[in-house]
């Protein structure tokens, strides 16, 4: 019952912007930590932003620090990845993700909840 939708994803070139929205729905996440992996062909599943539903300060991958953009729209239930200054190592599949988080917000392991991706492919 508990969905995350990702849409948003596409090609764009190197320097240019993306926003991926994440449409959640099935429960509340008001106490949930929303989060946004990628993952690259041939890599492992790595974090790139997170932050609290309810609000607070948003956390960043050293990667997409002062690039990428967390946040969300409580009364439409959709979190957001503003994603400026694009670079073709971005290119990957995107994952919208929730969960409680008790002890750190970059592990694959503190989330319950997944979409199913939407890629993004950077050009050179």
């Known amino acids: 019952q508990v969905q995350l939708v990702e849409s948003g994803g596409g090609l764009v070139q190197a320097g240019g912007s993306l926003r991926l929205s994440c449409a959640a729905s099935?429960?509340?996440?008001?106490?949930?930590?929303m989060g946004w992996f990628r993952q690259a062909p041939g890599k492992e599943r790595e974090f790139v932003a997170a932050?609290?539903?309810?609000?607070?300060?948003?956390y960043y991958a050293d990667s997409v620090k002062g690039r990428f953009t967390i946040s969300r729209d409580s009364a439409e239930n959709t979190v957001y990845l503003r994603m400026n200054s694009l670079k073709p190592e971005d290119t990957a599949v995107y994952y919208c993700?929730?969960?409680?988080?008790?002890?750190?917000?970059?592990?694959?392991?503190?989330?319950?909840?997944w979409g199913q991706g939407t890629q993004v492919t950077v050009s050179a």
């Open positions: 932050m609290r539903w309810s609000g607070g300060s948003a």
């Open positions: 099935g429960r509340s996440f008001s106490s949930y930590v």
């Open positions: 993700a929730a969960g409680r988080v008790y002890r750190d917000r970059t592990r694959l392991g503190e989330y319950d909840y």
